[in-house]
């Protein structure tokens, strides 16, 4: 039987609802072989009984091809286009509300709720100048719009918030390891080390304690 297949050719043709749709399907117990026809059927528009009249190798190559795109690692994209409304990246993280904070703390880890966390960080765009733009006020979004969003975007603003998160912590134990050594090392060769094993060992404690809380 011969099948017609639209493969994407592009990550950003691939939906977030989609995707959460593929991604529930690990919670049960399901086969690698079952996943593929998934994968046609959720992104490729292929019903399950045209894809079992498939032939293997055709299957395997078009599976290929889109695990190889949902493992790219797009860098930030700041705005898109959806529906027909252009939506942008929060501009100034500094500005982000506590509630704004919360949220996406709540729903970036679960996949099943990722649309409420881009809500949070991509948001209609209301007025531009030039490369600069303002977004609407996050308590107006419907999060259920953003199931359609493009897996790029999604995914680059996921990895984003990786990357910072890191740099961040990388910084913070510079600074613990420079601050903490620049104190031992003024403890040792004070005059005021009296107390001698004691103290030393109070600040060997403290150092200890700031790096677990930092790798925590």
């Not at 107006?140 to 493009?150: I, T």
């Not at 910072?164 to 104190?183: F, H, P």
């Amino acid at each position: 039987m011969k099948v017609e297949v639209t493969v994407p050719s592009e990550l950003k043709e691939i939906t977030l609802g989609q995707y959460q749709k593929f991604v529930k399907l690990y919670e049960g117990e399901v086969t690698e072989e079952f996943m593929a026809l998934k994968m046609l059927e959720l992104f490729c528009g292929v019903k399950l009984k045209d894809a079992y009249q498939m032939r293997y190798k055709d299957i395997d190559g078009i599976v290929e091809v889109i695990s190889s795109m949902l493992n790219q690692k797009p860098q930030l994209i700041q705005r898109f286009k959806m529906n027909g409304v252009e939506y942008g990246f929060i501009p100034n993280l500094d500005d982000m509300s506590f509630g704004e904070y919360i949220d996406l703390d709540t729903y970036l880890p679960n996949w099943q709720e990722m649309h409420r966390a881009m809500a949070v960080l991509y948001r209609p765009i209301k007025e531009k100048h030039g490369n600069k733009y303002n977004i609407v006020d996050y308590e107006v979004v419907n999060s259920e719009v953003y199931k359609d969003m493009p897996m790029d975007a999604v995914i680059s603003s996921i990895l984003f918030f990786y990357r910072l998160g890191t740099d961040l912590s990388k910084a913070m134990m510079n600074y613990l390891e420079e601050s903490k050594e620049s104190r031992l090392v003024q403890y040792l060769t004070s005059d005021k080390n009296g107390d001698g094993i004691n103290q030393y060992t109070h600040l060997l404690k403290e150092i200890l304690d700031d790096l677990n809380i930092s790798l925590n």
